[in-house]
């Protein structure tokens, strides 16, 4: 290499070990709370892929066989558990979320959690005791001269009470002569949400609470749920209000998504902002809300599936949550989804590719290895982030490119009317679970748009041409639209790493892999042993936060040990990459730090919280043990002196005896004198 060519610096590449993000310590503190916030989201969100395989399978079976048959019975019990989670999806986030951001994480925080959502949920979302009907009752949200109140029962319901359009809406019937109204104010996972936090913010504040003796019983983590009961309600009031316009704002927002042609781009600027937030796990909060939040507005596919949201087949309705929606077959479903494919399937292991095509020579066998095992899992499962954080912090530039990339991509995918969805993320597993669900779309689709399926809106209008399909949508397609996709990353990237000197993985002097397998051997790799093959690792990452003393909280998602420290200066990052232990490590505000270990972070972090509790456990023995001999010493010490102090005195005594003998001797003999001379 050239002088000319070691001058040469850009600023797009860092090659110094990562800085802590955020030093304001009012910013850091921020990115602390929403960090906690989106590591909470991860206990519901771990439910979902065994529910959405188990949901797709069961329909799939229920479609392909007789109603009332064995088959029909067998697919209902496959799906069954599967639509328990996603019909009660706000109640499971409560539980989560109420259960993440409790101090202690104990169960009573989860129960008293879904006990205010309960309380939430019967006074905005349900039906005759919904708080929004009471209020809104005589507000119109929209135009009644374009319905006849009296055909369609627009605002009136069916014991001729006047109702809002603001929280009713209009349910066509099978028929299409007879439509009533159904109450329509849902707050959704945004309510559970709530619901867990303001739980867990008053658990944490009011759990040790003392209360008179009268009411002892109810003091401390007893005093949890009276007191939700009656914060609830004002707060419950405070939702009545607000989101019945909030809900029509996104019904809106989800209604533009859905017809205006521009879903492509709403895909693209989501995979934008998600790509950036993922080096802070933040996204996870972004994907709450996309995936689990947004009403999704399109036609049903099937009347079983949509448990029971669908009068019929071809129904126009609306579903909240991307993924909610695509798992219950609904065509304009699987925007914020289907983009991801291309991205997590093709174009990460073709950057992987590229990272081993511009390793050094004698490092590209080994690289291969590391790198290869790393995009394989990528392609099948779509977890990506080990590939990920191989360039995010070394290059942020280069991940800002990706992330720019991974957005065009999405955005041609959705384009091209590809319409696949995931129950975990978008790898091969769930792209093949997806198939069955993403033909029978297209099959409704196309009798939508050939005339034979005729679809009516909430108003019992008739929809002309309400999806868009064409040659490109069969999921075949992506299969093609993947292999480009990863033929651009490959060569984009292959020239970015050369021309800027990326030191990705084994290149530069920098080391190969993200495993030391001389660091995490270990003389007992029994199963269930404190010793297993991951607790040298656990071991050394223990060491290099700075020791048990300074970890206050131990937490994992996907891919990431998530730590809370008394001071995470003392993070040694260059040492946990330069063992190989993880990916990369990342401090954030002035005590959160996260540890990129890959797909193994469960094993790794059960290992680490064995290793902390033992340290902690021995430092306390030693503790016990410094201080039993301190006090033993200092009892002999005490008995010692005690000793000495009585022998002091008793030889004061001897002394003194002996002087008062002397004296009374030498009196007698003077006397005995004075006798004498007498």
């Known amino acids: 290499m050239t002088a000319k060519e070691n001058s040469k610096v850009d600023v797009l590449v860092k090659d110094k070990p990562s800085k802590k993000i955020f030093k304001s310590k009012k910013w850091g503190n921020f990115f602390d709370v929403l ?211 909030i809900q029509l704002a996104l019904y809106e927002l989800g209604s533009a998504v859905a017809t205006s042609g521009l879903d492509w781009v709403a895909s693209g600027v989501y995979a934008l902002l998600n790509r950036l937030l993922l080096p802070f796990g933040l996204h996870h909060v972004l994907n709450t809300f996309f995936w689990f939040q947004i009403p999704v507005v399109g036609v049903a596919t099937d009347i079983t599936v949509s448990s029971g949201m669908a009068k019929h087949v071809g129904e126009q309705v609306t579903i909240y949550g991307d993924i909610n929606a695509y798992t219950n077959g609904l065509v304009n479903s699987g925007t914020f989804q289907s983009g991801y494919f291309p991205i997590m399937m093709f174009g990460l292991p073709a950057i992987g590719l590229a990272i081993v095509a511009r390793g050094d020579k004698d490092n590209r066998k080994a690289l291969m290895g590391v790198i290869g095992g790393a995009a394989l899992i990528a392609f099948i499962t779509g977890v990506t982030e080990p590939l990920e954080f191989t360039f995010a912090f070394i290059a942020p530039g280069m991940y800002v490119l990706y992330s720019v990339m991974s957005a065009i991509a999405a955005a041609i995918t959705v384009a091209l009317g590809q319409t696949i969805g995931f129950g975990f993320s978008a790898g091969l597993i769930d792209y093949a679970v997806s198939i069955p669900t993403t033909m029978q779309m297209i099959d409704v689709s196309n009798q939508v748009n050939a005339g034979t399926m005729p679809i009516v809106d909430a108003s019992g209008t008739l929809i002309s041409n309400p999806v868009s399909v064409n040659e490109i949508s069969n999921p075949g397609w992506m299969m093609l639209i993947g292999a480009v996709t990863g033929v651009i990353y490959f060569f984009t990237f292959y020239w970015f790493i050369g021309y800027f000197k990326v030191k990705t993985p084994g290149r530069l002097g920098m080391p190969v892999g ?42 994992n998602c996907a891919t990431r040990l998530r730590l809370t420290l008394v001071d995470n200066k003392k993070v040694e990052k260059l040492k946990i990459k330069e063992e190989g232990l993880a990916v990369d490590a990342i401090t954030i505000g002035d005590s959160a730090a996260q540890i990129i270990i890959g797909p193994k972070v469960e094993l790794v972090t059960d290992a680490f919280r064995k290793i902390y509790d033992r340290d902690k456990s021995n430092s306390s023995k030693k503790k016990v043990t410094e201080n039993t001999e301190a006090e033993k010493t200092l009892t002999e010490k005490k008995a010692t002196e005690k000793k000495a102090t009585e022998k002091k005195v008793t030889e004061k005594k001897a002394t003194e005896k002996k002087a008062t003998e002397k004296k009374d001797t030498k009196k007698k003999a003077t006397e005995k004198k004075d006798t004498e001379k007498k």
């Open 514 to 555: 993200v495993q030391n397998s001389k660091v995490i051997a270990s003389d007992d790799n029994s199963p269930g042993s404190e010793t297993s093959k991951f607790s040298g690792e656990a071991e050394q990452i223990l060491k290099y936060v700075g020791g048990y003393e300074n970890v206050k909280t131990i937490d």
């Open 35 to 245: 960090q906690k916030i989106g590591k909470s989201l991860l206990f519901p969100i771990a439910v979902l892929p065994i529910a959405a395989l188990m949901m797709r399978i069961g329909a799939l079976i229920e479609s392909e066989t007789i109603a009332g048959s064995v088959g029909h019975w067998i697919g209902t019990i496959i799906r069954v558990p599967g639509s328990a989670a996603f019909d009660n999806l706000a109640a499971l986030f409560a539980i989560g979320v109420g259960f993440g951001f409790a101090k202690d994480s104990r169960g009573e925080a989860a129960l008293v959690s879904f006990f205010s959502w309960l309380i939430l949920h019967m006074f905005v979302d349900t039906a005759g005791t919904g708080i929004p009907s009471l209020i809104y009752d005589s507000v119109n949200s929209g135009s009644l001269a374009a319905v006849d109140p009296v055909t369609d029962l627009a605002y009136v319901d069916a014991s001729g009470n006047t109702v809002s359009s603001l929280v009713y809406v209009i349910k066509p019937s099978a028929d299409g002569l007879t439509n009533t109204v159904a109450y329509n104010v849902n707050t959704g996972v945004a309510g559970g949400i709530t619901a867990g936090l303001l739980t867990a913010a008053f658990y944490n504040k009011y759990s040790n609470i003392e209360l008179p003796s009268a009411l002892s019983f109810f003091s401390g983590r007893r005093f949890l749920p009276m007191i939700m009961a009656f914060v609830m309600i004002p707060v419950s009031f405070i939702a009545a209000v607000f989101w019945p316009w």
